[in-house]
Nanobody
Framework: QVQLVESGGGLVQAGGSLRLSCAAS????????MGWYRQTPGKQRELVAT???????NYADSVKGRFIISRDNARNTVWLQMNSLKPEDTGVYYC?????????WGQGTQVTVSS
């Protein structure tokens, strides 16, 4: 059973930085895709960034140039470095992983950016 455990959320002032981490356990194989999504009250969960095991990345337009996603395939770990944070980045951030056609989700970590 694959499990994703996130850490690194918190409260930060606008313009600050946070780094989220997510470790996948329960599989001896590298996850095909790992990524981060976020959700705010009343809105659908939206993509923030994804990275495939070959290293190619994809970002939401709203975070390009500010966020950096990276991963360690051997450790099945993904990070999201968030810089120049804005109040609109506030939300619950969920780690996701895909392997052999199945999607897995973490429990979510709260990120709050104060103005």
């Amino acid at each position: 059973q694959v499990q994703l455990v996130e850490s690194g959320g918190g409260l930060v002032q606008a313009g600050g930085s946070l780094r989220l981490s997510c470790a996948a356990s329960g599989s001896p194989f590298s996850m095909n895709v790992m990524g981060w999504y976020r959700q705010t009250p009343g809105k659908q969960r939206e993509l923030v960034a994804t990275i495939i095991n070959g290293g190619s990345t994809n970002y939401a337009d709203s975070v390009k140039g500010r966020f950096i996603i990276s991963r360690d395939n051997a450790r099945n770990t993904v990070w999201l470095q968030m810089n120049s944070l804005k109040p609109e980045d506030t939300g619950v951030y969920y780690c996701s992983a895909r392997q052999f056609g199945r999607d897995y989700w973490g429990q979510g970590t709260q990120v709050t950016v104060s103005s």
